[in-house]
């Protein structure tokens, strides 16, 4: 359950990404400097099952990950998907996401939507159903997941995306924090009884840096706390 948008720039892009969660989940542990395999990033950590749903590094490279729901896994144990991104935080490119989820026993994990991201670049998008890897590059659509009612969900947010057309960091910014009338739980920052938006991140990658601020808690009321940076590689 999340909403993830983005937007590229002259010498970068810039993301956010917005995370659902059941409301009897831990609160995620917010964003740290880490490292592995020689390249430094930008991660926060879920403390529930591992591993992270966001990472951006020195290399410009972002990782986001969001649950794939309406697919009925095979098996009966699976790892955590967070881990999928901590496993490729290290990956210098995004031919390097690629070819490392490729590689992976991918029947470990229940579906997923992974989009990858890099100066210059247009966006790469993995989809696991639980039987086939789809690869994608490009588009500019936001990707949306929701437990509830998925496919009303990510047509909805979507369609509002569409009709705001956010031109800017700020549009970017208010489309992930409001409660769009009439969309109630389909609202990008969703409230339902058993869940609801816990959080917020934003990424922006320049020549230079690489930066990511985190707002822990809804949208419509959390703001962002400081903002952590990593000079570019």
Known sequence: MCTLSFRAERDGY????SRDERRSRAPARPPALQASAGVRFLAPRDPDGGGTWL???HCGVTVALLNRYGVTPRGEEFASRGELVQALASARSLREVESRVCALPLASWRPFELAAFAPDEPVLRLGWDGLVLEVQRGGSEPLCSS??????????????????????????????????????????CMHRADA?????????????????????????????????ELPRA
């Open 14 to 17: 810039e993301l956010f990404f």
């Open 55 to 57: 990472a951006a590094n």
């Open 147 to 188: 437990a509830v009612a998925d496919g009303q969900a990510r047509a909805a947010r979507r369609a509002r995306f569409a009709e705001l057309a956010p031109a800017d960091s700020a549009a970017l910014e208010a489309f992930h924090r409001e409660h769009a009338a009439g969309l109630g739980p389909l609202s990008t």
């Open 196 to 228: 609801k938006t816990v959080s917020l991140s934003r990424v922006r990658v320049t020549r230079e840096r690489v930066t990511l601020a985190y707002a822990a808690g809804s949208p419509c009321r959390a703001r962002f706390g400081r903002e952590l």
